[in-house]
Antibody, heavy 120, light 107 residues
C-alpha cells in the first residue's frame, strides 16, 4: 500500500542541525511532488516546503527559508529535510505528505510524523 | 500570502447532529480547497478536495461546497468517530496555507 515513513526526529539544542528523512513505498515516488508539513504542540498545521517530482523546483515557507533545505533521492525513494540554525519555535511534529495527484497540491497520504524538539 | 480563516474554532455538538464548518480565504482561490480530519496523535486524513469532491473511501456524510473565498464542510448525522479537528487548506498558490482548525467536541 502507499506509505510514507518519517525518521530522524529528536531533541536538539537551539542553533544546531537535524536531518529528517521520509521513506516512500507503494507508488512511483519519482512521479510525485512531495511536501513537509509541521504541527507545533497543540497548534494547527503549517506547510513547510515542497519539492517537485524531479527535484528541480523547491519552495519554502518564509519561516524556514534560508535555514531548511528539502531534497530527494528518487533512486532510493527518499525525501529529506535538512534543518539548520534550529530555533525553539521549530519544535513540532514534522509530516511528509505526497501531493495527492500529479499536478494538484493537496495531501494524500501523510506519514505518521516525527517529533522535533528544539531546546533553548 | 493567502490567509485561511475557519469558524468556529470549537463546535459542541451531539451524536446525530448536522454540523457545518466555514472556511474563508483572503482572496479568491477558485475551488482549490481541501478539507482534512485529524484525531489526536494521528496524521491528518484527506476528506474533500477541489472544494466538493469526496475522497475515495470517505463516507458520503461528509460534503463540501463553495468557491472563490467562502467554503463549507458539512457533516450530516454526527457519529462518535467524527469527533475530531477539521482543517481547510488552499492549494491555489504558494505558500500553501491551512485554516486554524475547528475542533468538534461532544456536547
Amino acid at each position: 500500500q502507499v506509505q510514507l515513513v518519517e525518521s530522524g526526529g529528536g531533541v536538539v539544542q537551539s542553533g544546531k542541525s537535524l536531518r529528517l528523512s521520509c521513506a516512500a513505498s507503494g507508488f512511483t515516488f519519482s512521479s510525485y511532488t512531495v511536501h513537509w508539513v509541521r504541527q507545533a504542540p497543540g497548534k494547527g498545521l503549517e506547510w513547510v516546503a515542497v519539492i517537485s517530482f524531479d527535484g528541480n523546483n523547491k519552495f519554502y515557507a518564509d519561516s524556514v527559508k534560508g535555514r531548511f533545505t528539502i531534497s530527494r533521492d528518487n533512486s532510493k525513494n527518499t525525501l529529506s529535510l535538512q534543518m539548520d540554525s534550529l530555533r525553539p519555535e521549530d519544535t513540532a511534529v514534522y509530516y511528509c505528505a505526497r501531493a495527492a495527484t500529479l499536478n494538484q497540491n493537496y495531501f494524500d497520504p501523510w506519514g505518521h510524523g516525527t517529533l522535533v524538539t528544539v531546546s533553548s | 500570502d493567502i490567509q485561511m480563516t475557519q469558524s468556529p474554532s470549537t463546535l459542541s455538538a451531539s451524536v446525530g447532529d448536522r454540523v457545518t464548518i466555514t472556511c474563508r480565504a483572503s482572496q479568491s482561490i477558485s475551488s482549490w480547497l481541501a478539507w482534512y480530519q485529524q484525531k489526536p496523535g494521528k496524521a491528518p486524513k484527506l476528506l474533500i478536495y477541489k472544494a466538493s469532491s469526496l475522497q475515495s473511501g470517505v463516507p458520503s456524510k461528509f460534503s463540501g461546497s463553495g468557491s472563490g473565498t467562502e467554503f463549507t464542510l458539512t457533516i450530516s448525522s454526527l457519529q462518535p468517530d467524527d469527533f475530531a479537528t477539521y482543517y481547510c487548506q488552499q492549494y491555489n498558490s504558494y505558500p500553501l496555507t491551512f485554516g486554524g482548525g475547528t475542533k468538534v467536541e461532544i456536547k
